[in-house]
């Protein structure tokens, strides 16, 4: 759950972060990292469980979050994040 600025509140399904990862892995390439996500992977039913184990500022522009599986190479733009939701 992000609390935004102007009152704004959104939340976001562990797995639809996960589907949403923007990093070149997740992405199928660095090609794929310009492809916009669909919303609606927020919105899908759960398959799997996810875990994250930490949430970290990268700077002021972005959150990075590391996964229970170790994996921690996608950077969430604050505005891609309130696009979402």
Do not use: N
Not at 12 to 41: F, K, N, Q, T
């Amino acid at each position: 759950t992000v609390g935004w600025a102007d009152g704004h509140v959104s939340t976001y399904s562990y797995e639809g972060l996960r589907r949403a990862c923007p990093c070149a892995e997740c992405r199928g390439g660095h090609a794929g990292m310009a492809e916009p996500v669909d919303p609606i992977v927020f919105e899908l039913p759960s398959l799997m469980t996810y875990e994250i184990e930490e949430l970290r500022p990268a700077g002021h522009y972005a959150l990075q979050i590391t996964w229970g599986d170790g994996h921690s190479s996608g950077l969430f733009r604050w505005e891609t994040l309130r696009g979402y939701g």
